[in-house]
């Protein structure tokens, strides 16, 4: 197939060998004419597809309106971006800090835990968690350290603890711990949801040591676990919350949001950020937003879920996990041979750290009939897993 020449980018990703040149609601379009039901999103990221009207219409407007200013001035769509994300996130939680990624987000969060604790040298983390690759977030990312982890050291002590196991939480958690960081639904680790028992401990844990929890809904957030924020569903309310990906529905955001308790510790120049806050990303954060509350979108996300589940353990597919759509299909035989095959039948899908799980992302306006395809396209696939696929 011919793609465009990659000798000026650095070799840092695999790649699936196609090029995508248009998006159009849930459908993707490759140079060489394939047409691709998106369940992947790109990454988490296509929020509301491609070319959604409201978004089209929001990123028009602010581009002809202003397209850039700082922080250091009053930008009314950027209050307006703070207030449609407060109405979205827990009770309490109403104070916002825009970036521009999930790690930056994460980054800052972390930072408001040490402002909080300055005495204090260690975060906990959960085992299988990702939490993005600069200094901060990478520390507490599962493996980073022995694989691509490229810094002399991290910046605190980090701990690792299994996921669900309230006795290590209980260990692990004391008067050292400044944050406990998880995300309530593990995404790249192939969509392991946390019983919502075990994120109860957690705040439990957290008021008792004074450690601050810092739930990462960078992936599972705005919307795609089916309430706004994944936490709602379990009914806890972190100390921070930081979100990305879907945010600005495919514009570079990222959010930490948190109390106004933990906002008071802040003074001039604790945080900063050139680019976020910037009016475009505010425009569509707040499109994204009011999209979410607006319309029937979190209710088609629970009820595609649930036909996903009913109908798209076939074929290869021996579980599934996950909520919302955030969704992994467990998988009888490694992913890396399912998923060529399902884009030969027009679907696009993505993995997992987990080699068996495939991992569902797709964006919030997914219908019926696109889950059929998938179903379709699983069941077709060969039984044996060494036979071509046809
Ligand atoms: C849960 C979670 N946190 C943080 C990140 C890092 O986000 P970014 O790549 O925008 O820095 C990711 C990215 O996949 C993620 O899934």
């Not at 569902?360 to 060969?382: N, R």
Request: glycine share 12%; charged share 15%.
């Amino acid at each position: 197939m011919e793609t465009t020449t990659l000798e000026h980018e650095l070799p840092v990703y695999a790649r699936i060998g196609a090029e995508i040149v248009s998006g159009d609601g849930v459908m993707v379009e490759t140079k060489d004419g394939q047409r691709w039901i998106d369940f992947y999103g790109g990454h988490a990221v296509a929020l509301l597809g491609y070319r959604h009207p409201r978004l089209m219409a929001a990123l028009r407007e602010q581009a002809e309106r202003l397209f850039f200013q700082t922080n250091a001035v009053d930008v009314e769509v950027r209050q307006r971006a703070h207030t449609a994300l407060a109405g979205l996130a827990p009770e309490g939680l109403d104070r916002v800090f825009l970036v521009n990624s999930g790690a930056e987000a994460n980054e800052n969060a972390l930072r408001i835990a040490f402002v909080q604790h300055p005495g204090r040298t260690q975060v906990v983390c959960l085992a299988g968690g990702f939490h993005g690759r600069t200094a901060a977030a990478g520390a507490v990312t599962a493996g980073a350290l022995g694989r691509w982890y490229a810094f002399p050291r991290t910046p605190f002590d980090v701990v690792t603890i299994p996921v669900g196991d309230e006795a290590a939480l209980r260990a692990a958690v004391g008067v050292q711990t400044a944050a406990v960081i998880l995300e309530p639904i593990q995404g790249i680790a192939g969509c392991v949801d946390l019983e919502p028992a075990y994120l109860r401990a957690v705040r439990e844990v957290a008021d008792a040591t004074g450690a601050l929890f810092l739930a990462d809904e960078v992936q599972c957030g705005m919307g795609r676990s089916g309430a706004a924020f994944a936490v709602q569903l379990a009914g806890v309310v972190p100390d921070l919350l930081t979100t990305a990906k879907g945010l600005a529905g495919g514009f570079p955001a990222g959010a930490v949001i948190t109390t106004a308790q933990l906002a008071s510790k802040l003074t001039i120049g604790s945080l900063g950020t050139t680019f976020g806050g910037g009016p475009m990303a505010c425009a569509l954060i707040e499109a994204v937003a009011h999209e979410l509350t607006d319309t029937d979108l979190l209710a088609n996300v629970r009820a595609r879920s649930e036909q996903l589940r009913a109908t798209c353990q076939v074929g290869p597919v021996v579980g599934v996990q996950g909520q919302g759509l955030l969704l992994g299909l467990r998988c009888n035989r490694p992913v890396a041979q399912i998923l060529p095959a399902l884009r030969e039948r027009g679907i696009l899908a993505g993995g997992s750290s987990d080699p068996h799980v495939l991992r569902l992302t797709p964006p919030l306006i997914l219908e019926a009939c696109h889950v059929e395809a998938l179903a379709a396209a699983l069941s077709d696939l060969p039984e044996d897993p060494h036979a071509p696929m046809a």
